[in-house]
Nanobody, 128 residues
């Protein structure tokens, strides 16, 4: 699976950005897609995750972004988006797109970075 992020940049506090992740590779290895972020001072943390089931898409958000960020994917599941609103300086980080084939953690615990096997190179988001 290859993941290529785009859309990062600099924005003032209160502003918005949309990140995109173009995903290629076997569909069964992209059953779940997610966005994570990391700064030099903090471990990589989950931002948002999306996966499809019988009842449509299911999403999960990290506590710090709930109500401000929205994850979505196109019908072909080749692109995942992260709409980021009301950005704050603490949202400054390198944002990574991730993919995996399994959602074994569903109902067990929240997803973490160790649950994802494929990663993009990252895109920097800076909020001032």
């Amino acid at each position: 699976v290859q993941l290529v992020e785009s859309g990062g940049g600099s924005v003032q506090a209160g502003g918005s950005l949309v990140l995109s992740c173009a995903a290629s590779g076997p569909a069964h290895k992209k059953n779940v897609m997610g966005w994570f972020r990391q700064t030099p001072e903090k471990e990589r943390e989950v931002v948002a995750v999306i996966y499809s089931g019988y009842n449509g898409d299911t999403t999960y958000y990290g506590d710090s972004v709930k109500g401000r960020f929205t994850i979505s994917q196109d019908n072909a599941k080749t692109t995942v988006y992260l709409q980021m609103n009301s950005l704050q300086p603490e949202d400054t980080a390198m944002y990574y797109c991730a993919a995996d084939g399994s959602t074994w953690w569903e109902g067990v615990r929240p997803p973490t970075d160790v649950d994802f096997g494929s990663w993009g190179q990252g895109t920097q988001v800076t909020v001032s």
